[in-house]
């Protein structure tokens, strides 16, 4: 009777507890008449003790970010943004977090399109911190995307040759808007 009564609380726990994921996913949203852009970042939620010379300031620890264009509601482009991963082993365990993250996702008007701006850094300190700027049309179609402290844009144009309203955006999403630290 006695085993039984393990065997029976050990299952009873067994169904009772759950383990939580380390990651989470986080999806802003920008959406304009016909179109919808989906900005997918997938975070760690566990809360390390990185020194912060060398992650920087950037918290949440992203894991994964890409780009969602939809057309009518159906998938038009999906698109993994081309931002370098590095490397930690913690508590033996290797993660790899993205260098200068994607925080701010912001409906543009250009002089002749609207644009899909994304914002991201790693928020250290001095010249040499990148930003990462990104440009899209509402279609998926690439126009810049660039790291600040490289010598190249990563693809397309430089984002300082389009003609575009940076500091007024039409609509704006934050992933600090959602994000709760645990």
């Known amino acids: 009777m006695n085993n039984r009564l393990s065997i029976l609380l050990f299952l009873i726990c067994l169904c009772g507890c759950t383990r939580v994921p380390d990651n989470q996913s986080i999806l802003l949203t920008l959406a304009n008449g016909e179109y919808t852009v989906v900005l997918k970042s997938v975070i760690e939620k566990n809360n390390y003790d990185i ?27 999906r698109h993994i943004i081309p931002i370098p991963k590095r490397q930690f082993v ?46 899209y049309l509402l279609d998926g179609t690439i126009v810049s995307e660039c790291i600040s402290v490289m010598d190249q844009p990563l693809s397309g144009k430089n984002i300082d040759e389009i003609v575009v309203d940076i500091n007024n955006p039409i609509k704006r999403e934050s992933i600090y808007t959602i994000f709760k630290p645990l």
């Open 51 to 77: 020194i912060w010379k060398e992650y920087g300031f950037s918290y949440p620890y992203i894991l994964s970010q890409e780009l969602f264009f939809y057309h009518n509601g159906k998938l038009h482009k």
């Open 90 to 135: 913690i508590n033996d365990r290797k993660v790899h977090f993205l260098k200068t993250p994607i925080f701010d996702i912001e409906l543009l008007q250009g002089a002749d399109n609207l644009y899909v701006h994304l914002y991201g850094a790693n928020y250290c300190c001095g010249i040499s911190c990148p930003e990462f700027n990104g440009l």
